[in-house]
């Protein structure tokens, strides 16, 4: 065998059956060695076009017919490419008259059989780069010295296909999708965890657009976002459903980066694809949580405002049913004076009996307070309507779908909910514009002006003193925007960057779980594409504000979110 580094130029046939490179001798390294090749997981994988590349780059320089990357295993080279060679293996042992072993002992003895080591950093031999022709050739330096460059590009090959082997495993382990798709949308490669998120097959994706595995609903808004990421804008982040093959969609979230070389050609984008229906499930389960908080803290104040109004109504049916008893007894001796059977009791008497009736009724009492119990038993009920009516506007049930929704209408009714616990606080001002309705999930906004008022009244109760809740409404740059104001003690400006984190919260243990502006900024942003922003000075109150279009872009990714 020729050590191609150092040999001369005609050191090109090399005779005599043992010097075939596939024995190695030493069983110790050998067995070390076979369990180098093992970490590389090569053997028997799929043909691969960049090792054919460098069979044929071989083929071109040497002029040879056969050119074959080969990796020895415990009996047998396994060939992962190979030119002018049709077989996929042949024995190592130079003993075994094997066909192939016949023609490259041929190539030896009376052709050209060259071949250079693939040898890895830590010196294993796990194969070699072979080049073979039926007739003498004589290799010039630089072509021999390719070759040998040739062989260590296989081992870079597999050092990097290793490295992407454990980079595959890591990511598959955590159920993500990594994925390269060119500048035409179309799926250059994708882990094998495609397969298990979509159904669909890895090869038979490849070459397709990965906006054909969107959602039609989603698809205008994905290609649109992707884009941006093509041009190097900010990388995307991209909420979709994905279709499953013979299944329901999977919501997933994608964040892409653009791809570019060192000339700065834009190659596409690489990204990651993370099923999100685990992480969705956690979100509503922790909104119905919050929500649940908020109510709890709440069912006092309500119990009290529908008990003071039920307690008066209550008073006042008592009342007029007493007058009612008065008022009829009245009315029978009316009756029984003016019966014209009763002709025999002179009309002094008659009259005598009506006024000691009129006196045990009170008639003037009745006429001053009938009235007004009556007046207060409706305004009573209309109080407990308006109550329900709220209440019914704040629990109204979380559907994936928006509809029109009239903002002001669920303001007003968050302050009818929460007023028992912001009236003890401070004083609620509504400024409500004339907005028009706005196409959101009700529901889950609900529960944003609830806590944006709950967190007003905590941080005006904090300073001692009675302060001013401020609620707005108005029409500003095409969108609607709510804010809630408070005369608290404000936030410090390096903890208004941390509000809206999960958990982080500024109010004592026990009265917060950090959770309310972190959904708020959800639901805002994430949900309805709108946008949440704080402003606070320390010692003069937050204002939170939140913008919301009007209606959704007519691309919009539907119930993805």
């Known amino acids: 065998m020729s050590d191609l580094a150092t040999a001369p130029p005609e050191a090109t046939r090399l005779?005599?059956?043992?010097?075939?490179?596939?024995?190695?001798?030493?069983?110790?390294?050998?067995?070390?060695?076979?369990?180098?090749?093992?970490?590389?997981?090569?053997?028997?994988?799929?043909?691969?076009?960049?090792?054919?590349?460098?069979?044929?780059?071989?083929?071109?320089?040497t002029g040879c017919q056969v050119a074959a990357i080969g990796f020895y295993d415990a009996a047998r080279v396994w060939f992962k490419a190979a030119v002018g060679l049709d077989a996929q293996e042949c024995p190592r042992d130079v003993r075994v008259s094997d066909p192939l072993t016949i023609r490259w002992f041929e190539a030896v003895?009376?052709?050209?059989?060259?071949?250079?080591?693939?040898?890895?950093?830590?010196?294993?031999?796990?194969?070699?780069?072979?080049?073979?022709?039926?007739?003498?050739?004589?290799?010039?330096?630089?072509?021999?010295?390719?070759l040998a460059a040739l062989a260590r590009q296989v081992v870079h090959l597999l050092e990097l296909r290793r490295t992407l082997l454990s980079y595959h495993t890591v990511v598959d382990g955590v159920g993500n999708v990594v994925f390269h798709i060119d500048e035409q949308g179309r799926l250059v490669s994708v882990t094998p965890t495609w397969a298990k998120l979509t159904g669909f097959g890895v090869v038979r994706s490849l070459g397709r657009a990965l906006s054909d595995f969107v959602h039609e609903d989603d698809r205008d808004r994905f290609t649109e976002q992707l884009g941006?990421?093509?041009?190097?804008?900010?990388?995307?982040?991209?909420?979709?459903?994905?279709?499953?093959?013979?299944?329901?969609?999977?919501?997933?979230?994608?964040?892409?980066?653009?791809?570019?070389?060192?000339?700065?050609?834009?190659?596409?984008?690489?990204?990651?694809?993370?099923?999100?229906?685990?992480?969705?499930?956690?979100?509503?389960?922790?909104?119905?949580?919050?929500?649940?908080?908020?109510?709890?803290?709440?069912?006092?104040?309500?119990?009290?405002?529908?008990?003071?109004?039920?307690?008066?109504?209550?008073?006042?049916?008592?009342?007029?049913?007493?007058?009612?008893?008065?008022?009829?007894?009245?009315?029978?001796?009316?009756?029984?004076?003016?019966d014209v059977e009763s002709g025999a009791i002179p009309w002094w008497e008659r009259q005598e009996l009506i006024q000691q009736a009129e006196r045990e009724a009170d008639v003037d009492y009745l006429?001053?307070?009938?009235?007004?119990?009556?007046?207060?038993?409706?305004?009573?009920?209309?109080?407990?309507?308006?109550?329900?009516?709220?209440?019914?506007?704040?629990?109204?049930?979380?559907?994936?779908?928006?509809?029109?929704?009239?903002?002001?209408?669920a303001l007003r009714a968050t302050m009818t909910v929460a007023r028992n616990q912001v009236k003890y606080i401070a004083d609620e001002v509504l400024d409500l514009g004339d907005i028009p309705l706005v196409v959101c999930n009700i529901a889950d906004l609900n529960q944003v002006f609830l806590n944006m008022v709950i967190n007003a009244a905590d941080a005006i109760e904090e300073t001692g003193e009675r302060g001013a809740i401020t609620?707005?409404?108005?029409?500003?740059?095409?969108?609607?925007?709510?804010?809630?104001?408070?005369?608290?003690?404000?936030?410090?400006?390096?903890?208004?960057?941390?509000?809206?984190?999960?958990?982080?919260?500024?109010?004592?243990?026990?009265?917060?779980?950090?959770?309310?502006?972190?959904?708020?900024?959800?639901?805002?942003?994430?949900?309805?594409?709108?946008?949440?922003t704080v402003r606070s000075r320390v010692g003069a109150g937050t204002t939170i504000t939140i913008h919301l279009p009007i209606e959704p872009p007519s691309d919009e990714l539907g119930s993805a979110s």
């Not at 490179?21 to 043909?47: F, K, V």
């Open 15 to 61: 005779p005599g059956r043992a010097s075939l490179p596939w024995s190695l001798g030493d069983t110790d390294d050998e067995t070390r060695r076979l369990r180098a090749l093992a970490r590389y997981a090569i053997l028997d994988t799929p043909r691969d076009a960049t090792f054919d590349d460098l069979v044929g780059v071989a083929v071109q320089l």
């Open 109 to 146: 003895e009376s052709g050209t059989f060259v071949s250079v080591p693939c040898v890895t950093s830590d010196g294993y031999t796990l194969g070699c780069l072979v080049v073979a022709d039926p007739q003498p050739k004589q290799l010039s330096i630089a072509a021999r010295v390719s």
């Open 228 to 338: 941006a990421g093509q041009s190097g804008q900010t990388p995307p982040v991209v909420l979709c459903r994905l279709l499953r093959l013979g299944g329901a969609d999977v919501p997933v979230e994608i964040v892409a980066r653009g791809l570019v070389d060192e000339g700065g050609r834009h190659l596409g984008l690489v990204g990651v694809i993370a099923d999100i229906t685990e992480r969705q499930a956690r979100e509503v389960e922790a909104q119905h949580l919050q929500k649940l908080e908020a109510l709890g803290r709440l069912s006092a104040g309500l119990a009290h405002e529908i008990n003071t109004p039920i307690q008066f109504v209550g008073d006042n049916a008592r009342f007029l049913a007493e007058s009612y008893q008065t008022m009829l007894k009245l009315l029978l001796t009316y009756r029984k004076v003016l």
């Open 367 to 409: 006429a001053e307070e009938v009235p007004a119990a009556v007046e207060q038993s409706l305004e009573g009920v209309e109080r407990v309507a308006s109550l329900v009516r709220a209440m019914k506007t704040f629990s109204h049930p979380g559907t994936t779908e928006k509809a029109p929704a009239d903002l002001n209408e």
């Open 471 to 532: 609620i707005t409404s108005c029409l500003q740059d095409g969108q609607v925007a709510v804010s809630v104001s408070d005369t608290g003690a404000g936030i410090p400006e390096p903890l208004q960057l941390k509000i809206f984190e999960p958990f982080f919260t500024t109010k004592d243990v026990g009265r917060g779980t950090g959770q309310g502006l972190a959904l708020a900024r959800a639901v805002v942003h994430d949900q309805h594409g709108g946008s949440i």
